[in-house]
Nanobody
Framework: QVQLVETGGGLVQPGESLRLACQAS???????????MSWFRQAPGKERELIGT?????????TYSDTMQGRFFISRDNDEKTDYLQMDNLKPDDTAVYYC??????????????WGQGTQVTVSS
């Protein structure tokens, strides 16, 4: 069973940086499946919004929501089992619960989607 665990959230001051991690377990890569990982966030009382997406390929480049480009950066570690969200120059409006999501799509059309439990990021002076 696939499990995702987000870590790295906490309380930071405006202008500081934070790096979140999403570690996956129970994942096996194969040639028949497309794997992508996305970061989302949801502020209190607001809808969940997409930050960006990256594939499992070693040389994959992330794609970002048009409204999220510039301060947030997605990357992966060498074993491709941990994904990161680097957040720079944080602002109070960035306060939210941050989630990672795995999407597995097989060639024959079967899809599986997995969510982490979320990690709280609070930006306040």
């Amino acid at each position: 069973q696939v499990q995702l665990v987000e870590t790295g959230g906490g309380l930071v001051q405006p202008g500081e940086s934070l790096r979140l991690a999403c570690q996956a377990s129970g994942v096996t890569f194969d040639a028949f499946t497309q794997f992508t990982m996305s970061w989302f966030r949801q502020a209190p009382g607001k809808e969940r919004e997409l930050i960006g997406t990256i594939s499992h390929l070693r040389d994959a480049q992330p794609t970002y929501s048009d409204t999220m480009q510039g301060r947030f950066f997605i990357s992966r570690d060498n074993d491709e089992k941990t994904d990161y969200l680097q957040m720079d120059n944080l602002k109070p409006d960035d306060t939210a619960v941050y989630y990672c999501k795995d999407d597995h799509v097989w060639d024959w059309g079967v899809e599986r989607h997995y969510w982490g439990q979320g990690t709280q990021v609070t930006v306040s002076s």
